[in-house]
């Protein structure tokens, strides 16, 4: 009797767990779901202390090995600078950017001499610890993509201090 | 359709009006299925400086002071037995809009396509009439030249964009 019963049990209550046959909405987490089980309510959980992810060690050498500087990485530097950057610090790095002018704390231009000497390492560790009321970028900027920005600062740096002298053909060209 | 969200975040706003870039916010799009939507820490680059008092942010304030995500409602949303991809599209140049519509004139985010399966096929079959540069990918105001057929078919010999697996069911049941 009870093996007889076992198997329609058995179905029953396999066929009552997945309530939507139509498979729309699975019993599982997607990205950003929300998850009472854990404790911050959603799916999306911290590391554990001490993990080491996947990829972590070769980004952190990133850090410290400095790319070579080409056209390829002033243009992707360029790419981020713009994306990250220019918000705040103004698309030629003057500090004058579109929320700057909505009333937040205008940064120093790139283009005084505090900055021009600066290392590139200095500009390096602002994106990646922050400083002051500017937050840190490493979340969203890493670490081979942080030299691509400097360098592309130092370009800035140096197109803002351009002089007619050095490009001789230029000067044909100005009014 | 919208939804009620705890903060009633405007694309309008930010992006019509600052001219943030996507990325700014949804970081991961390049690189992942997901575009990913921004942790409060990422409202708080400018928040913590901007509108510190505004009501209409207390939730933000609230989500960094209690360590807990902002519940944002999903606007776009495809079955569970569907599978989509974010990096594929965006690499190919598929532009943003063109699947999410005028994002840069909604104060509160709609879902302007039918995300339908004969919608994801229509341009399966023929993308040539939705492919951008690759530079104009984000850009919110791109709309298709005169001659977007002859562009489009440039673009996806440039991109190696092939149609003859396009359709094959296991593309997106998987």
Same mark, same amino acid.
């Given at each position: ?13 396999? %066929? ?19 998850? *009472? %089980? /854990? ?7 911290? %590391? ?41 610090? @103004?698309?030629?790095?003057? @500090? ?7 009333? /937040? ?17 200095? /500009? ?5 610890? @922050? ?16 030299? @691509? ?5 130092? *370009? ?13 053909? %230029? ?5 | ?15 019509? $009006? ?74 190919? $140049? ?28 229509? &341009? ?47 593309? &997106?049941?998987?």
């Amino acid at each position: 009797m009870i093996e007889r019963l076992a198997i329609p049990i058995c179905a029953a209550l396999l %066929l009552s767990a997945c309530d939507d046959v139509s498979m729309t909405q699975q019993n599982r987490y997607r990205t950003f779901t929300r998850a *009472a %089980l /854990f404790d911050n309510g959603t799916e999306a959980q911290p %590391l554990p202390d001490g993990v080491v992810a996947q990829g972590d060690l070769r980004r952190q050498s990133r850090s410290v090995q400095r790319p070579q500087v080409n056209a390829e990485l002033l243009k992707r530097g360029r790419e981020r600078y713009d994306i990250y950057c220019s918000p705040c610090h @103004g698309l030629s790095g003057s @500090g004058d950017g579109v929320v700057v002018q909505r009333g /937040f704390p205008a940064p120093p231009s790139y283009h005084g001499s505090r900055l021009r000497a600066a290392s590139a390492q200095h /500009f390096f560790d602002v994106i990646t610890n @922050g400083h002051g009321v500017m937050f840190s970028y490493a979340a969203r900027v890493d670490p081979s993509d942080r030299w @691509g920005i400097v360098a592309y600062i130092r *370009a800035l740096q140096e197109s803002q201090r351009a002089n007619v002298a050095d490009t001789p053909e %230029l000067r044909t060209r100005l009014p | 359709m919208t939804r009620n969200q705890p903060v009633p975040f405007s694309h309008e706003h930010h992006v019509g $009006g600052l001219g943030l870039d996507c990325r700014y916010c949804h970081t991961s799009v390049e690189k992942a299925r997901f575009a990913g939507l921004p942790p409060t820490e990422t409202c708080m680059t400018c928040h913590s400086q901007l509108w510190t008092n505004a009501e209409m942010l207390a939730p933000v304030r609230a989500s960094l002071a209690r360590n807990t995500p902002i519940a944002w409602q999903r606007v776009n949303r495809l079955p569970d037995y569907v599978y989509f991809d974010h990096s594929i599209h965006v690499a190919k $140049g598929v532009g943003c809009t063109t699947c999410h519509g005028p994002i840069d004139q909604m104060r509160l985010t709609r879902q302007a396509a039918p995300l339908t399966m004969q919608w994801c096929i229509d &341009c399966h079959r023929s993308p040539q009439k939705a492919l951008r540069p690759r530079d104009a990918v984000f850009d919110p105001k791109w709309s298709p030249p005169q001659n977007q057929e002859a562009l489009g078919r440039k673009l996806m010999a440039e991109y190696h964009v092939r149609v003859d697996h396009l359709t094959d069911c296991s593309i &997106c049941h998987r």
